[in-house]
């Protein structure tokens, strides 16, 4: 009798722990799929090593310089802009809406917002960045990729 209900106790014991781990596996599945991850810098990271590497680099002065011929731009990145707004930092008087204090937000200011200090911003257009400060930064590239390598 007693060999039986030990046997019994370690059955149900066994059940409760497939049973939590079952829990576990789904929630810990519903967790992952509701994460948002930024995948960026690791696709970029594939398309690099598809690419042949760099192995020569020239600075080339000038603003906006083109590179000279078989040499690619290496620093060129988009750059989104920004979107108009309102500039209320280290605004803080009483006749400002509160949720507008000390912020930056995307709308205009009125004009009681100019009145105490507001700014109006607006947006810029988006660009491609070629240059740093009057000079572009070409490499060339040969060889293997380190995919293929």
């Known amino acids: 009798m007693k060999d039986q209900v030990h046997k019994s106790l ?3 014991n066994e059940m409760l722990l497939l049973a939590i781990g079952i829990a576990m596996v ?3 599945a519903i967790a992952f799929n509701n ?3 930024d995948t960026t ?4 990271i594939v398309i690099d090593w ?3 590497p760099f192995v020569e680099v020239k600075v080339v002065f000038g603003y906006k310089s083109a590179c000279p011929n078989g040499f690619e731009n290496i620093y060129a990145r988009k750059w989104p802009g920004t979107k108009y707004g309102c500039d209320c930092i280290n605004v803080f008087s009483q006749n400002i809406s509160i949720s507008h204090r000390d912020k930056v937000f995307d709308e205009f200011c009125t004009s ?5 200090g507001c700014i109006d911003v607006y ?6 960045l070629i240059s740093l400060g009057g000079f ?4 060339r590239r040969s060889g293997q990729s380190f995919v293929d390598a």
């Open 50 to 52: 598809t690419r042949q």
């Open 41 to 44: 810098i690791q696709n970029q």
């Open 112 to 116: 009681t917002e100019r009145y105490f």
């Open 26 to 28: 789904v929630i810990s």
């Open 136 to 139: 572009t930064i070409c490499g």
């Open 123 to 128: 947006g810029l257009q988006a660009d491609t």
């Open 35 to 37: 994460m948002k991850f």
């Open 10 to 12: 370690s059955i149900l």
